[in-house]
């Protein structure tokens, strides 16, 4: 009579309704939803599986690491991410590992292309620029991906994202309820995601309200303090008179900016009303404290996080990708003027 062979993790995980993944994490003892654990128990107590030797097996196939890649893990919104994305991930079982990118595109799909070479069991990845490369590695990618930030098109994977076109509109709303009507905007580079949203978004709210931007005060430079500050610089050289108000498409140019409006002898918010995006760490602790448009990074990053356990443990059908936005909400302080917080409860744009 021809002897039964032994069951692996791949038919426990077909008798037991659950993926492989799952089928792991039972057998090394992490944790998973209880009734998970009940089928593949149930299911490896019935094809006669043997502990040791499976659990020997199961360990060499899993890494029981996540991934986790941005542009620059210096920049604070990613930071704010980190900090909600470690304890979720440590308490499951996972350590984490940080790819700094330099948002070099070849980079990034290299790190998703590599997830076949199982360094990783997940990866959670935050693009500010998505090419055809992306999509297609994405497309095949060979363990799950939580994308945070926007795609060009839904289904490619499991995605959190804000919606910064509101976010916009919600600081130019403001701006505008305090008088001001000279506004001028300083963006990052505008061929990558959050930059093009928040320009047109920008074009498309004073077109709006039949003030269209002037094209003077209107700037592109990259993420940071030294394009804030510049775009003051060159304002203040041009012969048009300054505006009465700035909104900067992250805190960074904002922190700038506010460095260049004093050194220049300008008051904050008497002389010029600046407005940030991203609400970090450092919105409350600049001088004066920043109004700035929270994109909710934190929440982004613990929603992602547990987007991708429950891939792992199989609580998610293959076929869907998930989509979760996060509202922005308005963070008033000295910049503008005032202590509140504006909410937003709107469908993203």
Partial sequence: MAQRSSPTITTIA????????SVSRVLN?????????????????????????????????????????VADIGNPVYLAMLREIQPVLKEAGYRLVLHSTGAD?????????????RYADGLIIVPIRVTADHVAELRRADAPVVVIGSLPEEGLADNVR???????E???????????????????????????ARAEAFRDHTARAGRPADPALVHEGQFDRETGAAAVQRMADA??????????????????????????????PGDVAVVGMDDTDL?????PPLTSVS???????RRAARLLLDRLDGGADAADARVITVHPRLIVRASTGGARVVDDGSAAH
């Fill in 29 to 69: 003892g992490l944790p998973v939803r209880a009734e998970t654990e009940r089928r593949v128990l149930d299911a490896a107590g019935r094809l006669g599986y043997v502990p040791n030797s499976a659990a020997r097996t199961l360990r060499s196939a899993r890494t029981q690491q996540i991934a986790f890649a």
């Fill in 170 to 196: 919600l600081a130019l709303e403001h701006l505008t309820a305090l008088g001001r009507r000279r506004i001028g905007f300083v963006n990052g580079p505008a061929d990558t995601v959050p930059g093009r």
């Fill in 283 to 287: 919105a409350a602790v600049s001088w």
């Fill in 105 to 117: 595109t070849a980079e990034e799909v290299e790190v998703l292309r590599g997830l076949g070479q």
């Fill in 14 to 21: 077909e008798a037991a309704g659950v993926s492989i993944a």
């Fill in 162 to 168: 804000t919606d910064s076109r509101r976010g916009v």
């Fill in 295 to 301: 994109l909710g990074s934190a929440e982004r990053g």
């Fill in 239 to 268: 012969a048009e008179p300054m505006p009465d108000a700035l909104l900067c498409a992250n805190d960074l140019i904002a922190l700038g900016a506010l460095d260049a409006l004093r050194a220049r002898g300008l008051a904050v």
